[in-house]
Each structure stands twice: as C-alpha cells, then as structure tokens.
T-cell receptor
Framework: NAGVTQTPKFQVLKTGQSMTLQCAQD?????MYWYRQDPGMGLRLIYY???????DKGEVPNGYNVSRLNKREFSLRLESAAPSQTSVYFC?????????????FGPGTRLTVL | AQSVTQLGSHVSVSEGALVLLRCNYS??????LFWYVQYPNQGLQLLLK??????LVKGINGFEAEFKKSETSFHLTKPSAHMSDAAEYFC????????????FGAGTRLAVHP
C-alpha cells in the first residue's frame, strides 16, 4: 500500500515550457486535491476533484489545469510555466467514514521555473 | 469564510521543555480541525484531528490539542520536547461535510536545542 505517490520529485523548467505533474493513490479514495506550498503561506488549494469525472477550482487555480483520469489518478498541468509557479506541489486524497475524513498527502514535487 | 492564524512562525524550545504551538481559527460553521507535521523535504503527516466529541484530542508522538470553542483556538502541546520533534507544523480547518477543503495556517517551524 503506497498511499499517495507523485512524479517527478524535482523539475526545472524554463519560462513558457509546459509540464504535467502526476499523482496516484491506491486507497480507493473518491476525493483528490492539488496544493502548492510557498514559504510563509502554508498550503493553498489549486484544484480539487470530489469524485471521478468532476473537478473544481480552489483558491489559486490561474495558470493550471487538471485531469481526473480515473479514480486513482489526478494530474496537474502547467501549460506555460512562469517563475511565479516556482513552488512545492502536493497532491492529497481524502477518505474515511463520512464525518471523520482525513487528507493524506504525497511526498511533493519541487518545481523551479527559470 | 474560514481562516487559520498560527501565532509565531518560529518557536524554539530546549529538549525536555514544554512545546506549545498556537492556532486560532475562524469558521461560521462547526469546524473540523487538524494539525499536520512536515519533516524536511517530506510531505505532510497527520498528527491529530478534532471532528466532534471530546475536545481534548491525543495524537501521535505524544502530541495533544484542545478545541476551545469560546476562544476559537486549537493549540498543540507536548509536555516534553524531543530533538526529533524539530519540524514545521501546520494547523488546518475545514467545514463539516462538503468536500472537506482544508484551509491551512502559514505554519510554525519548531526548533529543539539541547
């Protein structure tokens, strides 16, 4: 049981390049999330997917797109990377009995945009 | 709207001393409250959570937190700090039900010195 996995662990992009961050979970959770972490700002929600086939914007969605490929996988795409998108990106999934749900986080992707 | 304020971006304690990390929240609905810990270059790990019921919540590694509705607080404590407790700690709030979107505080970095 690997939990939440993310690839790649590290990535360096040039301004204007595109890339996709991959996330997968093996806990049979319905909901999945993408956050970014910046110093002094905690984690901020980019997009989330309440269930397979649905996605919704979070607090900071501009410059990103997502795809919920199936129940296991939720990818985050940067179409034209900007230096302001330099950050650590975390994927999470949520599961558990209704009313006591917990989010489980992946190890993160450290992205630098030059 | 919900929000979280963590007082003190950096806290330093001696090994064996009391750890107190402060968290205040704002929520118009009954909150679910969480503390997560992040060790260097790792993802977030759940320490403890409050959903309903007993207001004193015990978590892993000897940490506990008390939900005080009248003070809108959820402070994290540990009676005796250990060197291995050095990490960044995040308080988070979510609304009951819904899609469990987490709102994070900015984080508190705990240093433990001999």
């Amino acid at each position: 049981n690997a939990g939440v996995t993310q690839t790649p662990k590290f990535q360096v992009l040039k301004t204007g390049q595109s890339m996709t961050l991959q996330c997968a979970q093996d806990m049979n959770h319905n909901s999945m999330y993408w956050y970014r972490q910046d110093p002094g700002m905690g984690l901020r929600l980019i997009y989330y997917s309440a269930s397979e086939g649905t996605t919704d914007k979070g607090e900071v969605p501009n410059g990103y797109n997502v795809s919920r490929l199936n129940k296991r996988e939720f990818s985050l795409r940067l179409e034209s990377a900007a230096p302001s998108q330099t950050s650590v990106y975390f994927c999470a999934s949520r599961g558990g009995r209704a009313g006591t749900d917990t989010q489980y986080f992946g190890p993160g992707t450290r992205l630098t945009v030059l | 709207a919900q929000s979280v304020t963590q007082l003190g971006s950096h806290v330093s304690v001696s090994e064996g001393a009391l750890v107190l990390l402060r968290c205040n929240y704002s929520s118009s609905v009954p909150p679910y409250l969480f503390w997560y810990v992040q060790y260097p270059n790792q993802g977030l790990q759940l320490l403890l959570k409050y959903t309903t019921g007993a207001t004193l919540v015990k978590g892993i590694n000897g940490f506990e937190a008390e939900f005080k509705k009248s003070e809108t607080s959820f402070h994290l404590t540990k009676p005796s700090a250990h060197m291995s407790d050095a990490a960044e700690y995040f308080c988070a709030v979510s609304s009951s039900g819904g899609y469990n979107k987490l709102i994070f505080g900015a984080g508190t970095r705990l240093a433990v010195h001999p």
